[in-house]
Nanobody
Framework: VQLQAYGGGLVQAGGSLRLSCAAS????????MGWFRQAPGSEREVVAV????????YYTDSVKGRFTISRDNAKNTAYLQMNSLKPEDTAVYFC???????????????????WGQGTQVTISS
């Protein structure tokens, strides 16, 4: 499975972006999926995670209420809807896949087995 993340860009604070992560192959539905971000000089951090089933999600505290993760297994695509964006959301955003139980959530990046190339999100104040 290969991943391609896209949808990043430059927006003003308070604006919205929707990131997409398209997976090749037919096994996307067998993986859980997460979005991570990495700002310059910072470690990669988990932003949001969705289980294989789609029924369970996780959000880091700083994005709760503003970001929504979703997946469409029929389209082999996952999304991250980002609203009320803040300058501190500026980072390169990565999508990644992990093996897990059907409803499991994984927050540890070392457990992820496939990574996309990243898409830049820049929020101006």
């Amino acid at each position: 499975v290969q991943l391609q993340a896209y949808g990043g860009g430059l927006v003003q604070a308070g604006g919205s972006l929707r990131l997409s992560c398209a997976a090749s192959g037919r096994t996307f539905s067998t993986y859980g999926m997460g979005w991570f971000r990495q700002a310059p000089g910072s470690e990669r951090e988990v932003v949001a995670v969705i289980s294989r089933s789609g029924s369970n999600t996780y959000y880091t505290d700083s994005v709760k209420g503003r970001f929504t993760i979703s997946r469409d297994n029929a389209k082999n695509t996952a999304y991250l809807q980002m609203n009320s964006l803040k300058p501190e959301d500026t980072a390169v955003y990565f999508c990644a896949l992990y093996n897990s139980g059907y409803h499991d959530i994984e927050r540890n990046p070392s457990k992820y087995v496939r990574w996309g190339q990243g898409t830049q999100v820049t929020i101006s104040s």
